[in-house]
């Protein structure tokens, strides 16, 4: 059984950047998707980006591409989404996922694995 478990969001200013860290434990993610989603409020769960633990292709929302990246540690079982040029609209919840096979979905629906959870608020 695999655990996630997000950290480093925060209240950053429009234009500023944000890490945030998911941690993963209690299984092998080596043939895992990971990704990442987020929700604001009053709307469902968006995909954001995501990539194969083992590496390789990378995907990414369009309102993300060009200012998110995903990226990844494995000796820490740690993957990283990496926030640049944030805008107010990015304010969400984000939530890191992983999937028990290694092509990446944007449905959440297809992920097997959640975190709790982060805050991310740009203000304007």
């Known amino acids: 059984q695999v655990q996630l478990v997000e950290s480093g969001g925060g209240l950053v200013q429009a234009g500023g950047s944000l890490r945030l860290s998911c941690a993963a434990s209690?299984?092998?993610?080596?043939?895992?998707?990971m990704g990442w989603f987020r929700q604001a409020p009053g709307k469902e769960r968006e995909f954001v980006t995501a990539i194969r633990w083992s590496g390789g292709s990378t995907y990414y929302a369009e309102s993300v591409r060009g200012r998110f990246t995903i990226s990844r540690d494995n000796a820490k079982n740690t993957v990283f989404l990496h926030m640049n040029s944030l805008k107010p609209e990015d304010t969400a919840v984000y939530y890191c996922a992983a999937r028990r096979v290694v092509v990446v979905t944007t449905n959440p629906d297809d992920y097997d694995y959640w975190g709790q959870g982060t805050q991310v608020t740009v203000s304007s």
């Open positions: 209690g299984g092998t993610v080596s043939n895992y998707a």
